[in-house]
């Protein structure tokens, strides 16, 4: 895959966006001025991969009501804001497993339990969420769906942070499949991805 850098990637998405879908464009603020976050490090208790920092940089999420389906198959961004706040409504929710959490050791692996090593990146509003894991291993970095419902991760759905802008920005160009998803504009101007 020829690999492009997440600033660049999420222009591109935004470009795309207010252009063929400006209603879902005109609900994406920028990280103006970007976020401190060597600040969001501490809260986190984690050193943060340069994807997530690189993006943070340039993605401000959306209002904290505001649902745009940005990323297949409905979930929207977060601001490095947004993720602390939801992770941190995790931890609240999961304080009796907070330390030891119903979860396998290695990124990438099964868990029955929000692992404080996952960072929201975008969420339904509905408690699902897609995270970053950062636990250790070479899967570290990769892109897992959290199943509210059901209380667990399913398999690694894209690599890391990158894949899943690359994986985006081709689906909305090239009219490709994303993750299990397709793009639709609804009459309104609202980007939308239909499950296949």
């Excluded at 897992?144 to 991760?153: C, G, N, S």
């Excluded at 909305?172 to 296949?196: I, N, P």
């Amino acid at each position: 895959m020829n690999r492009m850098d997440v600033t660049l990637l999420w222009t591109k998405i935004t470009v795309w966006l207010a252009e063929h879908a400006p209603t879902t464009a005109a609900e994406l603020k920028q990280a103006a001025p970007a976020p401190d976050l060597d600040a969001y490090e501490d809260e986190f208790a984690l050193n943060l991969p340069k994807q997530l920092r690189e993006w943070w940089s340039c993605c401000g999420g959306t209002e904290e009501d505001t649902l745009i389906d940005v990323f297949p198959p409905f979930y929207t961004p977060y601001s490095a804001a947004g993720a602390l706040r939801v992770w941190s409504g995790f931890r609240r929710t999961w304080t009796s497993k907070w330390e030891r959490p119903a979860c396998d050791y290695y990124a990438g692996s099964a868990g029955n339990s929000f692992h404080p090593a996952w960072i929201p990146i975008a969420g339904d509003g509905f408690a699902d969420e897609l995270v970053v894991d950062l636990r250790p291993g070479p899967l570290r970095g990769c892109v897992l769906e959290w199943e509210q419902e059901v209380a667990r991760v399913g398999p690694p759905v894209w690599p890391d942070l990158a894949t899943l802008l690359a994986d985006v920005h081709r689906a909305l160009t090239e009219g490709s499949s994303a993750g299990y998803s397709r793009a639709v504009v609804t009459e309104d101007g609202r980007l939308d991805w239909q499950v296949r």
